[in-house]
């Protein structure tokens, strides 16, 4: 079974509005985190946002936010107030085991988000 | 401060031949990932090295081995290149326990 899932094939969002990316994960181990990353077309990964599983609110950083859903085992990101530069593809990932345990990243397919003027 | 550097850039190689990739973390990063990026495979997670230790390892071939130096730095080696081996190959750092950060990559071309 996949370990995270990101089922949007591409997304289009009109500038200064919010939009939401989905990512769904599995996991049996009770302690992990979900990260967030941007890879715009230059290939860099651009990290966003991270969600511990035992963090008992949602994380935020600036224009983003992370819904975290345990129960369904989802942690979408929301992005506010787009921005042409917010164009590039969007990678969910999950690391598994307590933290400073491993550093493995698992991702998932990803996300392509285009932003309209 | 510095980010992730990762030399060189671009490669192309051919088939049988043998390449070595560099990574250098963050200052202060004893962490070090590698990662290949296909358009088909998507991100694949190869090896972590901390204290020039590998401490997890992706389903690789034998033929993808790494190495970390007692400055942090990284290196990676395939051997016997294959076409398939043609990739985005992306390194990481962080410090323990935190977000990896990434470098720009070094995208190698096997002909």
């Known amino acids: 079974a996949q370990k995270i899932t990101q089922t949007q094939p591409g997304m289009f969002v009109q500038e200064k509005e919010a939009v939401t990316l989905d990512c769904t994960y599995d996991?049996?181990?009770?302690?992990?985190?979900l990260f967030w990353y941007k890879q715009p077309s230059s290939g860099e990964m651009i990290f966003l946002i991270y969600?511990?599983?035992?963090?008992?609110q949602n994380a935020t950083e600036g224009r983003y936010s992370l819904n975290f859903q345990k129960a369904r085992k989802s942690a979408n990101l929301v992005i506010s107030a787009s921005q042409l530069g917010d164009s590039a593809m969007y990678f969910c990932?999950?690391?598994?085991?307590?933290?400073?345990?491993?550093?493995?990243?698992?991702f998932g397919k990803g996300i392509t988000l285009s932003v309209r003027p | 401060k510095a980010g992730v550097t990762q030399t060189p850039r671009y490669l192309i190689k051919t088939r049988g031949q043998q390449v070595t990739l560099s990574c250098s973390p963050i200052?202060?990063?004893?962490?070090v990932s590698w990662y290949q990026q296909t358009p088909g495979q998507g991100l694949q997670f190869l090896f972590e090295?901390?204290?020039?230790?590998?401490?997890n390892k992706g389903n690789f071939p034998g033929r993808f081995s790494g190495r970390q130096f007692s400055n942090s730095r990284s290196e990676m080696n395939v051997s016997t290149l294959e076409l398939g081996d043609s990739a985005l190959y992306l390194c990481a750092s962080s410090l323990v326990g935190r977000e990896q950060y990434f470098g720009p990559g070094t995208r190698l071309t096997v002909t």
């Open positions: 969600q511990g599983s035992y963090d008992q």
């Open positions: 990932a999950m690391r598994e085991g307590r933290k400073g345990a491993n550093s493995k990243l698992t």
């Open positions: 200052s202060g990063h004893r962490s």
């Open positions: 996991t049996s181990d009770p302690s992990y985190g």
């Open positions: 090295y901390f204290s020039e230790t590998q401490r």
